[in-house]
């Protein structure tokens, strides 16, 4: 397995993102709330502090992506899922929750709130061409394919 070196700085009181197993894609980070804890009501978000500021290497993101057990559990998923950390971003990362349940949740600093995921990004170069060309699905889209 190969590992990209990524340079952190924690401002937290957590300790430092881990992979939970060994075949985990993804590291849980944590919120951190110095203050008090915060409460998301039904339908509403939360920009919710990590204490963690990274360095990418060039053509790497980071993909800020909601934990499973959070959302089957309690309906808390990351609204701009994947939210994306970039190469030359050196701000705070923070994490955008919603509540998509029936009730209030806390987060408490400590909880694990979400999982970064390491991805390779290439650069697009844009070709300006008259055409494109033809395919079976053409400009068919949002559900033009069917749903079963």
Not at 40 to 45: A, C, D, Q, S, V
Not at 73 to 83: D, L
Not at 99 to 123: M, T, W
Not at 134 to 141: A, E, L, N, Q, V
Request: a neutral charge; one cysteine or more.
């Amino acid at each position: 397995m190969s590992q990209i070196k990524v340079e952190i700085v924690n401002k937290s009181n957590n300790p430092n993102p881990t992979y939970q197993t060994f075949g985990s894609s993804g590291m849980d980070i944590q919120a951190y709330l110095p203050e008090k804890s915060v409460v998301i009501y039904p339908g509403k978000t939360a920009k919710i502090p990590t204490g963690l500021y990274f360095s990418l290497p060039f053509g790497y993101e980071f993909q800020v992506r909601p934990r499973s057990g959070l959302a089957a559990k309690s309906s808390i998923t990351v609204i701009n899922t994947p939210g994306t950390v970039d190469d030359d971003y050196r701000g705070e990362v923070c994490v955008l929750l919603i509540n998509h349940g029936n009730e209030a949740f806390y987060v408490q600093s400590g909880d694990r709130i979400a999982q970064l995921v390491l991805q390779q990004v290439p650069k697009a170069e844009l070709i300006p061409v008259k055409d494109l060309d033809d395919t079976k699905r053409g400009s068919g889209g949002f559900g033009s394919t069917g749903i079963t």
